[in-house]
């Protein structure tokens, strides 16, 4: 969010950025109040049938009800299965193997520390996000169980009943989707493509005010200022969160940032009231049929294209409008020689990785052993200093260290004061508060229903904002739940809701003090550092592929693909951590921000590019080049790599030359491409469509890597 990010004051004026923050984060979207309505009524439902029924656990119910994932309507069924599926395996994984070391208070110690270890390796190495919310739910509320003095049948029947709350907030939930889903209309890419299609309306609307030489229509106006507060994180949860094809999500996750990169120019253009030359006029109008373009295309499945292709024609009014029409041509560039979006929806192709539920990386990657170890560490002395001091009560402290860890992963340390604001406010202001002021005044499961309501809804319209405060909005409601909803009963005594938000804060200051202290760096430096690393990944994945035997190099190309999507998002959750740190480097902070935020969409259309191009690389079926080509195009792919190691090389403050062969080996390549046309006429004009597509693709190439070499 670019207008948001440069709306940003520095330290003095705190109080005043942070009340324009929370109005921006708070104010609805479309589908928001839809959303929070589901939520709400799933949460609803899944309490009133454990208060019904008498069930314990009823706060996993409700607060699986509300992070369960439910953006991909059409896979509810599926995402289901695998829910209660993860739920079985939980409960038989705790059943199991505690009955192991239920008599040995040494293997019991190492048991639930292996338990957490387990449960952090599983959110960091899982891809299925129901999956590893169930899982990771199941041992943060039912290892401790086992720490109880009663009999081993009783913690059997409470693990049980811990498993079936689950089971409830799964059916409910996907009861309540399947049934809106049948209200609604299209296909659950309409979630992700529609939102992208008002964002491209919202501007083109907006242009064509300017061709036609009239004010803008105020109503334009705010719609477009509202759409760059709002920003695209939403989108970016969806599809994160989603089902999608792994193609499916790397094509729309490249356009994502460059529409935010469109609509905030748009709200800019807006704040600026500026007035086109006349001369500008037939350019804006090009601009907007582009646009228009590109948004009917996506809507019916097709590749974008460009209606008037862009001439050599120079504008002579605000820079942001050559930076529209360069941000509109960078997202036909990106599909380049790529197939139509529809295809990739029901399922992978056979040249795109499946869907899996654990990281291609997962026993590789020693990022996952690091944050499990952290992980262990963090759960394992909430574990251990709780029993030391023979405090029971703050046991939740162990559950909201595996819950916060849902959304720990690339977050900055400032964000945990959301944490424990949202644990403060849910646990003595809505949960203390309502058992001195409310609960004396209620008699009936009825009352208590409409104020669980209440702060479940405020709850939920915090949760589904942008990522900066979403964390508040988790916090909230758990601690509200842990102290009503722990046993079947309107809890009276003060000193039981005491400490179950003392464990709730003792968690999250466990979690600040190892994952933000012990091995942090502040947002600006892990996003540098991850951008970095991504631009190598790029690079690496650039000169592939290395082995010859083409089942190791699709592995391998799958592989690298993971890990740079991995980098792309993790650039984007520090860059809004960066936004949320305060100090004497806060403006240049900003500026590396800014400045990073601006061209991660370009590297993210070069690489998806690259994808395409790796094919011909690979000599795929349908993409095979002539011999004296390939060797034309390894080249240019080599110059390419070097290109881009040069600037993470500049990046990271080493003395690095700009390579300047890039240009020359683009020609070598084209010339290649013309002498084996000249010699093999036949044979080229077989190869006319494919080096039809081939060439405007490395052209591509080369203007963005140029372009990134400029700017770095």
Not at 136 to 156: C, H, K, Q
Not at 481 to 507: C, K, N, P, W
Request: hydrophobic content about 50%.
């Amino acid at each position: 969010m670019a207008t948001a990010a440069q709306a940003v004051p520095d330290a003095t004026n705190l109080l005043s950025w942070f009340g324009q923050f929370l109005k921006d984060e708070l104010t609805p979207y479309p589908g928001r109040t839809a959303l929070v309505v589901r939520m709400v009524i799933a949460a609803t439902i899944a309490m009133l049938i454990c208060m019904t029924f008498q069930l314990s656990y009823a706060f996993q119910a409700a607060i699986l009800a509300l992070i369960i994932s439910r953006e991909s309507v059409q896979a509810t069924l599926r995402a289901s299965a695998t829910m209660l599926v993860f739920t079985a395996l939980g409960a038989a994984y705790i059943l199991t193997s505690a009955w192991f070391v239920i008599s040995f208070p040494t293997a019991h110690l190492l048991w639930v520390m292996a338990s957490f270890f387990l449960a952090f390796f599983a959110l960091s190495a899982t891809n299925d996000y129901n999956a590893v919310v169930i899982f990771a739910t199941m041992i943060a509320f039912g290892v401790p169980l086992w720490d109880r003095y009663v009999s081993a049948e009783t913690n059997v029947e409470d693990t049980l009943r811990l498993a079936l709350s689950a089971l409830i907030a799964v059916l409910v939930t996907s009861t309540m989707e399947l049934l809106f889903a049948r209200r609604r209309t299209g296909g659950h890419s309409d979630e992700m493509l529609l939102p992208i299609a008002e964002r491209l309306s919202a501007v083109e609307s907006l242009l064509e005010c300017y061709v036609e030489n009239r004010p803008v229509d105020p109503a334009i106006e705010n719609y477009v200022q509202r759409l760059g507060m709002v920003g695209t994180s939403l989108l970016r949860r969806i599809l994160q969160r989603s089902d999608f094809a792994p193609r499916y999500k790397e094509q729309v996750g490249a356009l994502v940032p460059l529409i935010g990169r469109l609509v905030d120019n748009a709200a800019n253009l807006t704040l600026l009231e500026i007035t086109p030359a006349d001369q500008d006029r037939p350019l804006i109008g090009r601009l907007a049929k582009n646009i228009a373009g590109i948004r009917a295309d996506l809507l019916t499945g097709r590749i974008p294209h460009l209606r008037e292709p862009a001439e050599m024609i120079p504008w002579h009014g605000v820079a942001l409008l050559p930076e529209m029409e360069h941000t509109v041509s960078l997202i036909v560039d990106a599909f380049v020689g790529s197939r139509p979006l529809s295809i990739y929806l029901p399922a992978a192709s056979s040249a795109d990785p499946p869907n899996r539920i654990f990281a291609r990386d997962a026993l590789t990657n020693p990022e996952h052993l690091k944050f499990a170890l952290k992980g262990c560490l963090t759960a394992g002395s909430c574990y251990i200093v709780y029993n030391a001091i023979d405090w029971p009560g703050i046991s939740t402290a162990v559950t909201t260290c595996l819950l916060t860890a849902l959304s720990t992963v690339g977050s900055s340390r400032q964000k945990q004061v959301l944490r424990f604001a949202g644990a403060a406010v849910g646990g003595f202001v809505f949960g203390m508060g309502s058992q001195i002021f409310i609960l004396p005044h209620i008699d009936s499961i009825g009352g208590f229903t409409i104020l669980f309501v209440l702060v479940t809804a405020t709850g939920c319209w915090f949760m589904t904002s942008g990522p900066r405060l979403s964390y508040f909005g988790v916090q909230l409601v758990l601690a509200y739940y842990l102290v009503h909803l722990q046993e079947f009963a309107i809890q009276t005594s003060l000193a039981i809701a005491r400490d179950r938000v003392v464990g709730v804060l003792f968690g999250l200051l466990m979690m600040w003090f190892v994952f933000d202290q012990m091995w942090s760096s502040p947002a600006v430096v892990q996003m540098r550092k991850t951008f970095i690393s991504t631009l190598r990944l790029v690079a690496e994945f650039t000169r592939e592929p290395a082995s010859a035997d083409l089942e190791v190099a699709v592995e391998r190309s799958f592989s690298l693909r993971d890990a740079i999507n991995k980098g792309f998002d993790g650039v984007r959750a520090s860059a809004d951590g960066v936004l949320l740190e305060f100090g004497p480097s806060r403006q240049q902070d900003l500026a590396w921000r800014n400045r990073i935020v601006r061209w991660q969409p370009q590297l993210r259309a070069l690489f998806l590019m690259r994808t395409h191009l790796w094919r011909y690389r690979a000599q795929l079926p349908e993409f095979t080049l002539p011999s004296p080509v390939l060797s034309a195009q390894q080249e240019f792919d080599n110059q390419s790599s070097a290109v881009l190691e040069g600037i993470a090389d500049r990046l990271d403050g080493r003395v690095s030359a700009r390579a300047s062969g890039l240009h020359r080996s683009f020609e070598q390549l084209n010339q290649a491409i013309a002498t084996f046309a000249s010699k093999h006429p036949q044979e080229a004009l077989a190869l006319a469509p494919r080096l039809q597509t081939f060439l405007p693709l490395c052209q591509k190439t080369e203007t963005v890597e140029t372009l990134l070499d400029q700017a770095f």
